[in-house]
């Protein structure tokens, strides 16, 4: 079964520091890795993600995440965080033959961006 | 970018009632789409997967005669709440598959049941 996890609940960083939520998934196979944010009271927003190629992606709002597949991780990260960017994280992943791109999600991991 | 929308973004009802939760791709067909449920400072918990043309499919532990899932178009999917209880109480969001992978996700239904 595949599973993805985000260890940390909450990650608290100062503005302008560099950020990294971390994600790490067990799964059999070449998965599909995604980072989501959510605002509160809001759907999700696709962030970045990982399907083939170059090993570091980037995406929205200055965000990148590296996928390092012997270490089965996809943590994301930021140069220089800001209060904006405080919001739920999720980290997720997905399969070529899932029916829908079925996704399969992390807890989530709040960022606090402190001024 | 693909939009998806819900309707309503909140909902008040009364314990027994029904409550039918509509999500459309705004820009793009999708002959799948997917709900979900989440709990506050939770992660989103899949409920079903709607599937236009036939049967929803139910993850184990939700109820199908409860949540009712109909995929009416290539554009819309209902999820009707019936019999609603204060348990029922919760974020509901649907999501969509994009053409690259990801999911396009409404902006989420916030249900409470008095």
């Known amino acids: 079964a595949q599973s993805v996890a985000q260890p940390e609940d909450q990650v608290n960083v100062a503005e302008g520091n560099p950020l990294t939520v971390k994600c790490t998934y067990s799964v059999s196979g070449n998965p599909y890795l995604f980072w989501y944010v959510q605002y509160p009271n809001r759907g999700l927003q696709f962030l970045l993600k990982y399907i083939t190629g170059d090993n570091l992606v980037k995406g929205s709002y200055g965000f990148e995440a590296e996928f390092n597949k012997s270490q089965t991780s996809f943590h994301l990260k930021k140069p220089s965080a800001l209060v904006s960017d405080s919001a739920l994280y999720f980290c997720?992943?997905?399969?070529?033959?899932?029916?829908?791109?079925?996704?399969?999600f992390g807890g989530g991991t709040r960022l606090m961006v402190k001024p | 970018g693909a939009v998806v929308s819900q309707h309503p973004s909140w909902v008040i009802c009364k314990s027994g009632t029904s409550v039918k939760i509509e999500c459309r791709s705004l820009d793009f067909q999708a002959t799948t789409m997917f709900w979900y449920r989440q709990f506050p400072k939770q992660s989103l918990m899949l409920m079903a997967t709607s599937n236009e043309g036939s049967k929803a499919t139910y993850e184990q532990g939700v109820e199908k005669d409860k949540f009712l899932i109909n995929h009416a178009s290539l554009t819309l999917s209902t999820l009707t709440v019936t019999s609603a209880h204060p348990e029922d109480s919760s974020f509901y969001i649907c999501?969509?598959?994009?053409?690259?992978?990801?999911?396009?996700f409404g902006p989420g239904t916030r249900l409470t049941v008095t």
């Open positions: 997720a992943v997905s399969f070529p033959n899932n029916a829908g791109n079925m996704l399969t």
């Open positions: 999501s969509a598959p994009g053409p690259t992978y990801e999911q396009y």
